[in-house]
Protein backbone atom coordinates (compact mmCIF):
# COMPACT_ATOMS: atom_id res chain seq x y z
CA UNK A 1 0.00 0.00 0.00
CA UNK A 2 1.53 3.04 -0.72
CA UNK A 3 0.46 6.88 0.31
CA UNK A 4 1.01 10.04 -0.78
CA UNK A 5 1.93 12.95 1.66
CA UNK A 6 1.54 16.28 0.82
CA UNK A 7 2.01 19.67 2.73
CA UNK A 8 0.22 23.09 2.00
CA UNK A 9 1.68 25.85 3.66
CA UNK A 10 0.23 29.42 3.47
CA UNK A 11 1.70 32.09 5.63
CA UNK A 12 1.23 31.16 9.29
CA UNK A 13 -0.61 27.44 8.57
CA UNK A 14 0.94 24.30 7.96
CA UNK A 15 -2.24 21.33 6.36
CA UNK A 16 -0.82 18.29 5.87
CA UNK A 17 -1.96 15.93 4.07
CA UNK A 18 -1.79 11.93 3.70
CA UNK A 19 -3.88 9.33 1.50
CA UNK A 20 -3.83 6.68 -0.11
CA UNK A 21 -2.23 6.35 -4.20
CA UNK A 22 -4.67 5.43 -6.66
CA UNK A 23 -4.87 6.98 -9.50
CA UNK A 24 -3.60 10.43 -10.10
CA UNK A 25 -6.52 11.72 -10.76
CA UNK A 26 -7.92 10.62 -7.30
CA UNK A 27 -4.98 11.59 -5.58
CA UNK A 28 -5.03 15.26 -7.06
CA UNK A 29 -9.33 15.13 -6.22
CA UNK A 30 -8.35 14.08 -2.77
CA UNK A 31 -5.69 17.39 -2.14
CA UNK A 32 -7.76 19.36 -3.50
CA UNK A 33 -10.90 18.50 -1.08
CA UNK A 34 -8.44 18.40 1.68
CA UNK A 35 -7.27 22.20 1.11
CA UNK A 36 -10.56 23.38 0.43
CA UNK A 37 -11.99 22.01 3.77
CA UNK A 38 -9.09 23.23 5.40
CA UNK A 39 -10.13 26.86 4.03
CA UNK A 40 -13.86 26.33 4.69
CA UNK A 41 -13.00 25.30 8.66
CA UNK A 42 -10.87 27.99 9.06
CA UNK A 43 -13.18 30.67 7.75
CA UNK A 44 -15.96 29.28 9.79
CA UNK A 45 -14.00 29.61 12.68
CA UNK A 46 -13.26 32.91 12.16
CA UNK A 47 -16.68 33.79 11.92
CA UNK A 48 -17.67 32.45 14.43
CA UNK A 49 -15.46 34.63 16.75
CA UNK A 50 -16.22 37.79 14.99
CA UNK A 51 -20.11 37.09 15.84
CA UNK A 52 -19.29 36.02 19.75
CA UNK A 53 -21.91 38.37 21.77
CA UNK A 54 -23.06 40.23 19.05
CA UNK A 55 -26.70 39.85 17.95
CA UNK A 56 -28.48 41.21 15.05
CA UNK A 57 -27.49 43.79 12.71
CA UNK A 58 -23.93 43.33 15.22
CA UNK A 59 -23.21 39.78 14.04
CA UNK A 60 -24.38 40.76 10.76
CA UNK A 61 -21.76 43.34 9.93
CA UNK A 62 -18.95 41.27 11.90
CA UNK A 63 -19.83 38.52 10.00
CA UNK A 64 -19.18 40.21 6.57
CA UNK A 65 -16.43 42.07 7.55
CA UNK A 66 -14.71 38.98 8.47
CA UNK A 67 -15.31 37.23 5.47
CA UNK A 68 -14.24 40.31 3.81
CA UNK A 69 -11.35 40.44 5.21
CA UNK A 70 -10.69 36.77 5.23
CA UNK A 71 -11.19 37.14 1.41
CA UNK A 72 -8.55 39.38 1.30
CA UNK A 73 -6.12 37.81 2.88
CA UNK A 74 -6.35 34.86 0.69
Known amino acids: ?10 ENHLLQVS ?3 S ?4 ALKQLLECVS ?3 ARRIADKEMQ ?12 ALAEAYHT ?3 EH
Open 70 to 72: FVR
Open 19 to 21: FQR
Open 50 to 61: AIAGKTCDDALF
Open 37 to 39: EDA
Open 23 to 26: KRGD
Open 1 to 10: MEFLCCKYIT
